[in-house]
């Protein structure tokens, strides 16, 4: 009880307030994408669950959301996988090991772990949708009994942009994880699958009653994977999206996440599709 309630303290003070960070480390993973760990004034937790996301804080620069991308069953840091997309992600692109950073959260609600537990899970993850989808994947493969059949269907425009290579060698050989990954485009020393993530989805024995199918991508894979997973008759609520909104705030206060009725940085990022389906502009 004690633990827990300085747990409470931490997180609420960490929502307004950036609690300071360090780069432990940090490594260029792609052209544009680098993967960095963070330890925390401390050593101090995160307490994050898989999905949920952190506010990057540069002094004197702004916020930027990033997904958490390490699982919680690793402890005393957490990993992000950042693109070079702006003005932030410039910024921390050109910081180094030692570099000092402000992370507020986490945010949002996460996937619904305990609801996952006993299931099937189908993870369809698309270039930079693996970051998030990770978290949940290396959680549950570190608790790998209380989950049922796992598959991890993955995509990339082409294998030169492929995230955590080495990572996925390991769950390409796993014998109790099935793993699939393909690519838009080939290239002369790829020797996998081509063409597009859909195309691996009828290919996936599912039994409807047990699958939870877990998504992240790119806005405009959700229309056609959405397609093949009805086509599966995966039920709506079992179907869990993870969205990207432009975001300030990250408590509900700013309004520049709303979708409809809600708030992506409170009630998601995660949603299931039920909560979704026919709301302008959500998908
Ligand atoms: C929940 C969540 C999780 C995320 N997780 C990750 C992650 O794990 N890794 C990651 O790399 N990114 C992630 N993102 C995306 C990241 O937050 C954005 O790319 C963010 O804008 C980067 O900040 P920046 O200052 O570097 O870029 P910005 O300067 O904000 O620019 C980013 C891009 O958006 C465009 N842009 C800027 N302002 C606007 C505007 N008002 N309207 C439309 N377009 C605009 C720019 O032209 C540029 O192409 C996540 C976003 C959310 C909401
Ligand atoms: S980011 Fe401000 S309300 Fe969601």
Known sequence: MANDTVMEKEKKASLYEPVAGKIVSVRQMTETEKWFKIE???????????GQFVEVSLLGIGEA?????????????FELCVRKAGKITTVLHGMNEGAEIGIRGPFGHGFPVDELKGKDLLFIAGGLGIAPLRSLINFVIDK??????????????EPSQLLYKDEIEKWSKLTDVAFRCTVDRGAPDWKGNVGLITELIPGVDIDVKQTYSIVCGPPIMYKFVLVKLMEKNIPENQILLSLERRMKCGVGK????QINKHYC???GPVFSYDKLKGLEGAL
């Open 265 to 267: 940085c409170q009630d």
């Open 144 to 157: 790998r009994k209380d989950f049922g059949k796992v598959t991890i269907l993955l995509g990339c425009k």
């Open 254 to 257: 700013c309004g520049h996440c």
């Open 65 to 77: 959301p990033i997904s958490i991308s390490s699982s919680p069953t690793q402890r005393g840091y």
């Open 40 to 50: 925390l004034e401390g050593k101090k937790e995160l307490h994050h669950c898989p």
